[in-house]
């Protein structure tokens, strides 16, 4: 099936095309992001959405059963970038459900029946990555990967450990000290990563993995949103929606905004459904910031950074990156998850924005923390980065861009029990962030302790603490 995809670069001016089993991110001659694309004509493409739901019956029934039992792999038609099925590496992700909020949208002013949440907790480690990290993991077996790698503010990380344990393969990641929440350590660390905690930020993080993925000694394949095929298994999310919806977009999707891969995925998901006739309307797309990291609130809402085309004007992020680092700036926000001030997929977003007609609106961490405490009232538990959507969402209605009878999903990326220290924070004023201090202590650990080995952020010693040498 290869030769029906291929990797392209997303820089409209370039377009360089690389094979499905290379391992790039990033286009060799630009180094713009790059895309996986399908060879649509040569593929079986189902000829409606329908196609997908007697999936429902064959889940877990044997042959392609595990795949049809997986909310990403049921869709398996539309990332079809493997050879054969027994390629996928699958647990079961992505079987979440649309959930009708009827009694969080009263204190939201909307009508009953309008407001959704796509409740992407109920994935096995606990976030929306899963969706994503399926994908990438079966890319790594079909390229033959052991060592895999990612920067994390702590998702990420955690489906990551997962996957590379389910896999045998070797799951290293670099998370900033004292960066991520402890649900989200505590899951690297049980998965058996070797969890490298590097002193700096996930942007600190993220330069170093690259830097270190970008030589072929290091033997290192990167799991972090700038592999394409992590963002084809989230596209799965948008599928799901429709899927939950009898195939009807919304008027609304709205999202988190970290490192922006999410929303990228999203954009790509409603370009080829559409280029493929398999819906008529695509929905607007609102991505929300923190105000405490809010590169994207800033270039695209207040300096009008758009995609153009695909000619971005680079000389706006230049010039606010070089002012970030002139006052020493780094992002700061309750939401860890989304504690992020260089998104790598700046550009593909735009493009989704642009795709899906979007807006972009920045919420405090007292709005975050507020709306995470009523959508946990009404029953679903949701991390402080996921309750951005929801406060996204009341942003945009009192400023009458979203109207209480539209149709609205938010999309809830991780669950409440990655944090709970933001949750016993909110209802005691205790902070039991400290036990985050990973001293070495005489309490004996166990008997496979995998205690995270604390790093300078420098390359030599990175490098020494993996155990290799450049
Ligand atoms: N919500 C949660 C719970 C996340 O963990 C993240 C990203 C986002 C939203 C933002 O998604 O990056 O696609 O815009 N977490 C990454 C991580 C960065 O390392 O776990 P995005």
Redesign the pocket.
């Given at each position: 099936m290869t030769d029906r995809a291929h990797q392209r670069c997303t820089n409209p001016a370039c377009k360089a095309s690389y094979s499905i089993d290379e391992v790039r991110t990033s286009c060799a001659k630009c180094h713009a992001l790059l895309d996986i694309i399908y060879d649509w004509d040569r593929l079986p493409v189902p000829k409606s959405m329908e196609f997908f739901e007697h999936r429902w019956s064959t889940k877990g029934a044997g042959g392609s059963g595990r795949l049809d039992f997986s909310g990403v792999w049921r869709f398996r038609e539309l990332m079809p970038f493997y050879r054969h099925e027994d390629q996928i590496v699958t647990i079961g992700e992505g079987r979440t459900v649309l959930q009708q909020a009827d009694l969080l949208a009263r204190q939201m002013n909307m009508n009953p029946g309008r407001l959704f949440l796509q409740y992407?907790g109920l994935n096995p480690s606990g976030?929306?990555?899963d969706n994503g990290m399926t994908a990438a993991f079966t890319h790594a077996r079909i390229v033959g990967a052991h060592r895999v790698a990612?920067?994390?503010?702590?998702?990420?990380?955690?489906?990551l450990a997962m996957y590379a344990g389910l896999n045998e393969m070797t799951g290293v990641v670099f998370i900033g000290t004292g960066k991520i929440s402890f649900g989200?350590l505590s899951q690297a660390l049980d998965y058996g990563a070797l969890t490298l905690q590097i002193s700096g930020d996930?942007d600190a993080c993220l330069r170093r993995v690259k830097e270190i993925a970008d030589d072929p000694k290091m033997g290192i394949y990167l799991m972090?949103?700038v592999n394409p095929f992590r963002l084809e298994g989230?596209k799965s999310i948008m599928f799901r929606i429709l899927e939950a919806r009898d195939w009807n977009p919304p008027d609304w999707v709205i999202?988190?905004?970290?490192?922006?891969?999410?929303?990228?995925?999203f954009g790509k998901a409603f370009m080829e459904l559409k280029e493929l006739g398999l819906i008529e309307k695509v929905p607007r797309l609102a991505?929300i910031n923190a105000s405490g990291a809010n590169t994207l609130n800033e270039l695209f809402t207040r300096q009008n950074l758009r995609w153009n085309g695909g000619e971005v004007d680079c000389t706006k992020i230049g010039g606010l990156y070089a002012a970030m680092d002139e006052s020493n700036y780094y992002p700061h926000t309750v939401?860890s998850?989304?504690e992020?001030s260089r998104?790598v997929?700046l550009p593909k977003?735009l493009r989704a924005l642009d795709y899906m007609n979007g807006v972009v609106r920045e919420v405090t961490d007292d709005e975050i923390l507020e709306h995470r405490a009523l959508v946990a009232r009404y029953g679903f538990g949701?991390?402080p980065?996921?309750a951005?959507s929801v406060a996204g969402l009341r942003k945009l209605q009192e400023e009458g861009i979203i109207d209480r009878d539209e149709e609205v999903v938010c999309?809830l990326?991780?669950h409440e029990l990655?944090d709970p220290n933001a949750t016993v924070m909110y209802h005691t004023g205790v902070d039991m962030k400290s036990v985050q201090d990973m001293a070495p202590r005489s309490t004996p650990t166990g008997k496979i302790a995998n205690r995270p080995i604390q790093v300078d952020d420098d390359l030599a010693s990175i490098v020494k603490a993996m155990g290799g040498s450049v």
């Open positions: 992407e976030s929306f990555k990612c920067a994390s503010t702590g998702n990420t990380s955690a489906s989200k996930f972090n949103s989230q999202v988190p905004g970290g490192n922006l891969g999410n929303c990228s995925a991505v939401a998850a989304i992020i998104p997929n977003a949701c991390e980065a996921s951005a999309i990326t991780g990655k």
